[in-house]
């Protein structure tokens, strides 16, 4: 064999597995780093999960988020390459109460991880259609965003006891900036009008919470739909008759609706935030914001 074959088998011996390498370089990396790595691997479904488990983890917790910013969680379907991201995970952080309701799938398609249900511990309402489904809104009322974060501290206290203590202590202060943010809305809404309208029934937990009365746009059934004339007629006479003058939209959503019922009672509209596919701000900061247009709507 001549020396010129020679280093052509040599060259072709070390090509072929760099060329694997450069392939799959990025699946093995994430293997290797979720092996190696001492951190929780944690993946949290939508945004303000994914700003809960930040603040208990902080640099003790790896966390991602599965859903993008800007995308409707409602709509959101995994992938093969999403499932296998979960699969490389120590934790599934959802909200529950049907809201990814891809989770039901996710064992055929062969996960067998572990997945924290935030809403445990949270007295549920049911909708007018089922006794069985709920309204999944929970993380809009801060108070039982207070539980969320607990549930989240207790999940990673469990899987990782060594730093309990620390999980326990950074939820404990998350958990007191929830208190002044209660605290705030609850007193600042507390001598104003009582009845708003949304865009769809986001808002049943937080109403709940703060005496006042949701009317909406768009059904719980039909949060995506279109409204009828009927509905829109039934709207603007429900807004004359409580003297309401500002009507609620929502980002990602259309505003014509909500103008043309505005426009028919001489009124604005301004947004008030589900926080399900925000692009900015702070958990905190958007339900700050959601309250300053409350109050300008009902103060």
């Known amino acids: 064999m001549n020396i010129q074959i020679k280093m052509a088998i040599i060259a072709i011996a070390i090509i072929i597995p760099l060329s694997s390498l450069v392939v799959y370089g990025t699946d093995s990396k994430l293997q290797l780093s979720n092996t190696n790595n001492s951190k929780l691997q944690v993946i949290s479904s939508f945004n303000p999960l994914y700003e809960f488990s930040q603040n208990v983890g902080q640099e ?18 995994p992938t093969v390459k999403d499932v296998q991201r979960m699969q490389n995970a120590d934790l599934i952080i959802i909200n529950g109460i049907g809201f990814e309701n891809w989770v039901d799938n996710l064992e055929e398609a062969g996960y067998s991880g572990e997945i924290i249900d935030t809403s445990n511990g949270i007295l549920i309402k049911t909708n007018e259609i089922s006794s069985v ?3 999944p809104h ?11 974060v607990q549930n989240i501290a207790n999940a990673f206290s469990s899987s990782d006891p060594t730093n309990e203590q620390y999980y326990q202590s950074n939820a404990a202060k998350y958990i007191e900036e929830l208190d002044l943010l209660d605290s705030k ?3 600042e809404l507390s001598d104003c009008n009582n009845n708003f309208i949304a865009f769809h029934d986001a808002f049943s937990y937080f109403a709940d919470e703060y005496n006042l009365n949701q009317h909406t746009i768009i059904s719980s059934n039909d949060s995506h739909g279109e409204a009828t004339a009927k509905t829109l007629e039934n709207i603007i006479s429900t807004a004359k008759n409580l003297n309401i003058n500002v009507i609620f939209a929502e980002e990602r959503v259309d505003t014509r609706t909500s103008t043309i019922i505005a426009n028919e009672i001489g009124g604005k509209v301004l947004v008030l935030s589900p926080l399900e596919v925000v692009t ?12 300053e247009n409350l109050k300008e709507a009902l103060c």
């Open 60 to 77: 003790k917790v790896d966390v991602t988020l599965l859903i993008p910013v800007g995308v409707e969680p409602h709509d959101w379907e």
């Open 133 to 135: 489904s709920g309204d």
């Open 138 to 148: 929970i993380w809009l009322n801060p108070v039982y965003a207070k539980i969320q």
């Open 185 to 187: 809305i609850r007193n």
């Open 280 to 291: 900015d701000g702070t958990y905190i900061s958007r339900m700050t914001e959601n309250l």
